[in-house]
């Protein structure tokens, strides 16, 4: 059974979590800045990224994740949460070298009022999206789009301005789309980890979401694969060497962080290639869960790798704040079912391959 909290409850717990957070922050590595905003960079991408994957089923009028869809909305109640480690982190935002010089972008007020702003509206797009495809609403495709259009100009300022700019004024053109594509795949995974959780449901339902799970994570970290070569090949047919001093200090030969660097191509895109070349494999929760916990932890390697070379990332601060978030981002799926409504209609017959009703289907 286990706790179910509503959205009060669970903001409650919400301000806990940034109260433990803040005194974590203040009391074991008040000067480190690095962890927090790993953290808030790995949640907003998984719980965004599995809203948008319905969001993109829903506009391709999909039926495979269906069952999903009540689950995977449930993530939108970690951008609140986020709203407020972004707030905890205000203290630590000096550890950008624009913050005492500051321009017309870079800027206090603007920085923090649009970062507040942009995830306040992503929260709303993603509740008016998730509600109206729970029942069914026409209304969703529009607010679907909405919600991708977001989310890619959202993980793209996020890349830029909390990763990019903290070695400003290098720059590169595909550093940001490289942040988004990331953050999708997080958002895979964690559906992944959701169907794991539905270890007793065998129903023709939960198999085709569990192959269909098992796909694009075979897909998407290809794709991720694609970004990570495209930031080395781009430089070298443009040539534009002003771009290599970033990669050079972290996936460079001669780089400390080398051997890092090729651990991370391999957890995020090698290994999971290699398994999922087996059909078998992508229909097994149990491998993809396990894959998914692999990628997600070569995803936060490289937010840390990102900071790393120029910022102290306290990784034993990094390891409390990950735990805190992934407690309430299971709180936030458990409580799906007082949360947000049921999913209405019945499921369509091919989900189940004969005409059993919808009830055979439920989410245990």
């Known amino acids: 059974m286990g706790l179910r909290l509503n959205s009060r409850s669970l903001l409650i717990v919400s301000l806990v979590v940034a109260g433990l957070v ?13 962890a927090l905003t790993i953290t808030m960079a790995l949640f907003l991408g998984l719980a965004e990224g599995a809203i948008v994957l319905m969001a993109g089923a829903e506009i391709s ?9 009540q689950s995977a909305g449930a993530l939108l109640y970690i951008i609140p949460a986020a709203m407020l480690l972004f707030i905890v982190n205000l203290p630590q935002l000096s550890i950008y070298p624009w913050w005492e010089h500051q321009g017309v ?18 929260f709303v797009v993603a509740r008016l999206f998730v509600v109206k495809a729970l029942r069914g609403d026409s209304a969703k495709n ?24 903290i070695e400003k004024p290098w720059f590169s053109t595909l550093f940001g789309a490289f942040v988004m594509v990331s953050g999708f795949l997080a958002g895979i995974c964690t559906c992944a980890l959701i169907i794991f959780s539905w270890r007793s449901r065998t129903d023709k339902a939960a198999k085709l ?11 998407f970290a290809t794709f991720w694969a694609y970004f990570y070569f495209s930031q080395l090949i781009v430089i070298w047919y443009g040539n534009i060497p002003e771009e290599t001093g970033y990669l050079v200090r972290r996936v ?16 995020i895109w090698m290994f999971p290639f290699l398994v999922l070349l087996s059909r078998k494999n992508k229909t097994r929760a149990w491998v993809t ?11 936060t390697t490289m937010f840390w790798l990102m900071l790393a070379p120029v910022v102290h990332v306290s990784i034993p601060l990094l390891a409390i704040e990950i735990g805190l978030m992934a407690l309430l981002t299971a709180s936030a799926v458990r409580s799906r079912e007082t949360l947000l409504p049921p999913l209405a209609g019945p499921v369509p017959a091919e989900e189940h391959g004969h005409g059993h009703s919808p009830e055979a289907a439920g989410v245990h």
Do not use: C
């Open 22 to 34: 803040f005194l974590a922050e203040r009391l074991l590595e008040p000067a480190a800045g690095g």
């Open 61 to 69: 009028d999909g039926h495979w994740h269906r069952q999903l869809l």
């Open 105 to 122: 972008w870079f800027n206090h007020p603007f920085f923090i009022a649009r970062n507040l702003i942009v995830m306040g509206l992503m």
């Open 142 to 165: 529009f607010w679907g789009v909405a919600l991708i259009f977001l989310f890619v100009w959202h993980m793209t300022m996020i890349g830029i301005e909390w990763f990019m700019s």
């Open 209 to 219: 979401i569990q192959k269909s799970v098992g796909g694009l994570i075979f897909g």
């Open 252 to 267: 460079g030969a001669h780089s400390p962080y080398h051997v890092l660097g090729w651990a991370i191509f391999i957890m």
């Open 289 to 299: 869960s396990a894959l998914a916990i692999i990628i997600l932890t070569g995803i």
